[in-house]
């Protein structure tokens, strides 16, 4: 008798240990980042199985590209993630100059670009680590990051009159990309302030003892991980995978190559080490910023002296009118009609802060494509999110998605 309780009760203590449990993450938990519902199978407190669930947007945009002209497409490259605007402006414009092969951009556009492309760079990565250190339980960070945000959503602002949903860029075909002396200015000032902001925030994180257990050894990847999930930025980069678009000899775009650009790399491929690359490629990108605005600056202060010169010359001469009228309708037109480009396929992608973002457009000899398929990072690094959660703890879970850098507008497209 006390033999037969001792075995079903032996028997009963390991059915507990390996009890299976199924569970909803999301869509609306706090450290979802956007729509994401996971359905979890647990082992205990170890995850097994995770099921990734992304239709809940449907947002419809390649779809919606294909019936606007081309110029008018922009603002939807705004909306897909929201956190990166301008650099997907920039890649989509960038394929439409492909298509008309007018790619001979004058320096001061290609500065402007490589200005904000940096600049929503920041803006990217202070979300993500703000986010990222709240989901762990460091609320510091959050409150520095969000000031700094702030501060280039009003350059933002500036240039375009949107403080988040820019449309700033356009194809530069007919369209000069300028700025004003006092932006340029500003932008200085922000980069030293900004120096200020990533120490602080270095200090607080990158050497406490919690930050570093809840990181160190936890969704570590490999180099075989990246080259068959097709990873990007810095998921890639972290385990010392060298892809990094801005400093590729073969797709150099918008003049990088003229900047001696660093690009970091990880060890361990873990948590703590993309933390670490975001921190590093925000100080590299305020060094950007720092010799691109001087160098506009020190280019418009003279080119304001000579159109000045200019100016002053033909004020006093018999102009035409009618010239700056004919030149205001051709505009208006332009903008009507949108630009007709011929049958052509072409692919182009950026270095965005989340990975390689591109477009695939198909034209027809119309000024509408035929066909647009967006490739977007955050979509490729979350189909990794399965063999990423599993074997970690469900404590790990907020961690894990928080390293990976997801927007949902850009995944459920």
Known sequence: MNFSFFFNWSSL????????????????????????????????EIIEKTDIHIGLLHRNTEKLI?????????PYFDRLDYVS????????????????????????T?????????????LNHMLAIACHALDIGSMSSIFWSFEERENIMEFYERVSGARMHAAFHRPAIHFNYTVDNLLLQDILKFVKNCYKTLNEMHNVLTFNKVWKQRL??????????VINWNLTGVMARSVG??????????????????????SFLGVNGDCYDRYLIRMLEMGESLNIINLVSNSLLNTKLNKDRIYQQLFNKNFNKK????????DLIEHFLQWHTGITISKNKIFNYIESPKGEFGTIIISNNTNKPQKCKIRSPSYFNLQFLPQLTKGHYLADLAALIGTIDIVFGEIDR
């Open 216 to 225: 160190t050894n936890i969704g570590t990847i490999s180099t075989k991980n």
């Open 319 to 326: 102009t035409n009118n009618y010239t700056y009228m004919e």
């Open 110 to 122: 290609s500065y402007i670009r490589i200005l904000f492309d940096e600049l929503t760079r920041i």
């Open 85 to 108: 605007m301008m650099s997907q402006e920039h890649a989509f414009c960038l394929t439409i100059e492909k298509l008309l092969k007018k790619q001979n951009i004058s320096k001061q």
């Open 241 to 262: 995978y060298k892809k990094d678009l801005r400093l590729s000899k073969k797709h150099n775009y918008s003049r990088y190559n003229h900047f001696d650009l660093k």
């Open 13 to 44: 203590k390991n059915k507990s240990k390996n009890k299976k449990i199924i569970i909803n993450f999301g869509p609306q938990h706090p450290a979802a980042h956007g729509v994401l519902r996971l359905i979890l199978q647990l082992s205990n």
């Open 66 to 74: 294909e019936t606007k002209h081309y110029e008018k497409s922009i």
